[in-house]
């Protein structure tokens, strides 16, 4: 390599001691494809500080990338550690950003060895209680920022996204129809159709009407309908939300002095507790209309007679204590997700991890809440 005046430069990266003042000067490339000389100029001045102040000075050096710096960082990093010191001096303003943003990207300290199976797993135990404590916490306090902004929207309707909500409704609901009503009809099917194969041996097949009434109606409709749409709009507020958050778009809405939650987060909410429970009851159909079916196939069973004895099996509170369970869980979906969403960090993998959280997350606490409703229902005798 030649500069202008046809002087020769040095390729590989050198590191020349002072022995009297404990300078260590740098010159040539620093760079990556001067990986050999790198490491042996940065062992060179390992081996200068021997537990003594040292400093280089980076003046001569012709170019330095991602690589050298790294190598001089961790060098440093492995002076201080043995009780030395390490500086810089005459570093270029590039090179010494450069040098800062390596520091700031330390390794991540080896995991302590395992004491035993035993210890292992009350670690892990302690640490998954200590994380939902964490995650219950943030929550409620997510919970609180979502009612406040719901307020001020209140306060203040020119400000609420009509646009947005009605988007997210129909991404949710009206999008969302098809796979539900086939999953709901399918698996109301599955139901009558194992409920009449066990009730036959009683010569009991018409009470399977009953079974699928009360089990659509109160449960199975809304759970099934809160399950897939934690994993299909759940996981979609994770991913828009986490990649706005890779893209610094939510940086920049704080920076236009707007509030993420406000435009974010409050007409994805909404749009969750408006369409759930449409989407419930409609599952709930599809669900009583495929069971219908299978009684009809495989219990001999006429329509008109399917019809009325479901009209005797069913009334009003039943369809109630499904669609009340809705919003409810429709909160918990949007709660979780959008949490999910803007925990998410700058790189893919991060991503994924928090739209799978997002899922599993939605689904247990879908599932718990349905559990306790069922024992709040079942102690009122409602």
Same mark, same amino acid.
């Given at each position: 390599?030649?500069?202008?005046?046809?002087?020769?430069?040095?390729?590989?990266?050198?590191?020349?001691?002072?022995?009297?003042?404990?300078?260590?000067?740098?010159?040539?490339?620093?760079?990556?494809?001067?990986?050999?000389?790198?490491?042996?100029?940065?062992?060179?001045?390992?081996? =200068?500080?021997?537990?003594?102040?040292?400093?280089?000075?980076?003046?001569?050096?012709?170019?330095?990338?991602?690589?050298?710096?790294?190598?001089?960082?961790?060098?440093?990093?492995?002076? =201080?550690?043995?009780?030395?010191?390490?500086?810089?001096?005459?570093?270029?303003?590039?090179?010494?950003?450069?040098?800062?943003?390596?520091?700031?990207?330390?390794?991540?300290?080896?995991?302590?060895?395992?004491?035993?199976?035993?210890?292992?797993?009350?670690?892990?135990?302690?640490?998954?209680?200590?994380?939902?404590?964490?995650?219950?916490?943030?929550?409620?306090?997510?919970?609180?920022?979502?009612?406040?902004?719901?307020?001020?929207?209140?306060?203040?309707?020119?400000?609420?996204?009509?646009?947005?909500?009605?988007?997210?409704?129909?991404?949710?609901?009206?999008?969302?129809?098809?796979?539900?009503?086939?999953?709901?009809?399918?698996?109301?099917?599955?139901?009558?159709?194992?409920?009449?194969?066990?009730?036959?041996?009683?010569?009991?097949?018409?009470?399977?009407?009953?079974?699928?009434?009360?089990?659509?109606?109160?449960?199975?409709?809304?759970?099934?309908?809160?399950?897939?749409?934690?994993?299909?709009?759940?996981?979609?507020?994770?991913?828009?939300?986490?990649?706005?958050?890779?893209? =610094?778009?939510?940086?920049?809405?704080?920076?236009?002095?707007?509030?993420?939650?406000?435009?974010?987060?409050?007409?994805?909410?909404?749009?969750?507790?408006?369409?759930?429970?449409?989407?419930?009851?409609?599952?709930?159909?599809?669900?009583?209309?495929?069971?219908?079916?299978?009684?009809?196939?495989?219990?001999?069973?006429?329509?008109?007679?399917?019809?009325?004895?479901?009209?005797?099996?069913?009334?009003?509170?039943?369809?109630?204590?499904?669609?009340?369970?809705?919003?409810?869980?429709?909160?918990?979906?949007?709660?979780?997700?959008?949490?999910?969403?803007?925990?998410?960090?700058?790189?893919?993998?991060?991503?994924?991890?928090?739209?799978?959280?997002?899922?599993?997350?939605?689904?247990?606490?879908?599932?718990?809440?349905?559990?306790?409703?069922?024992?709040?229902?079942?102690?009122?005798?409602?």
């Amino acid at each position: 390599m030649r500069t202008e005046d046809g002087t020769m430069l040095s390729e590989a990266a050198t590191a020349t001691l002072d022995p009297g003042s404990g300078r260590v000067a740098l010159a040539g490339r620093w760079t990556a494809d001067q990986a050999p000389s790198v490491e042996a100029a940065a062992a060179r001045i390992a081996a =200068e500080a021997a537990g003594r102040p040292v400093l280089v000075d980076l003046g001569r050096i012709e170019r330095l990338d991602t690589l050298g710096a790294w190598v001089l960082e961790r060098t440093r990093g492995e002076i =201080e550690a043995a009780g030395g010191r390490l500086a810089y001096a005459g570093a270029a303003p590039e090179h010494r950003i450069l040098l800062g943003e390596m520091g700031l990207r330390q390794p991540e300290a080896p995991a302590a060895p395992r004491r035993g199976r035993l210890y292992g797993f009350l670690d892990d135990l302690g640490r998954y209680v200590v994380a939902a404590k964490t995650d219950f916490v943030t929550g409620l306090a997510f919970l609180g920022e979502v009612v406040v902004a719901c307020m001020r929207v209140a306060a203040r309707p020119s400000t609420f996204r009509g646009t947005a909500f009605v988007n997210q409704i129909e991404q949710v609901a009206f999008r969302g129809v098809p796979i539900i009503v086939l999953i709901s009809f399918l698996v109301g099917g599955i139901v009558a159709q194992q409920g009449i194969f066990q009730l036959q041996r009683f010569g009991a097949q018409t009470f399977v009407v009953n079974l699928i009434g009360l089990l659509i109606l109160r449960e199975l409709g809304v759970l099934l309908t809160s399950i897939m749409v934690a994993g299909r709009s759940g996981s979609a507020f994770t991913a828009e939300i986490g990649s706005m958050r890779m893209r =610094e778009e939510v940086d920049a809405l704080r920076v236009m002095g707007l509030d993420p939650i406000e435009i974010l987060i409050v007409p994805r909410i909404l749009a969750l507790v408006v369409g759930l429970p449409m989407l419930a009851l409609i599952a709930s159909l599809a669900a009583l209309a495929g069971g219908g079916l299978t009684a009809m196939l495989y219990g001999g069973m006429t329509v008109e007679g399917f019809l009325s004895r479901l009209q005797a099996a069913i009334s009003l509170h039943h369809v109630a204590v499904g669609l009340i369970k809705a919003p409810f869980m429709a909160l918990i979906i949007g709660i979780i997700a959008t949490i999910e969403g803007f925990e998410v960090e700058g790189s893919a993998e991060s991503l994924g991890r928090h739209v799978t959280a997002s899922v599993v997350k939605s689904i247990f606490m879908v599932i718990v809440l349905d559990g306790l409703f069922a024992v709040f229902f079942a102690a009122i005798d409602f």
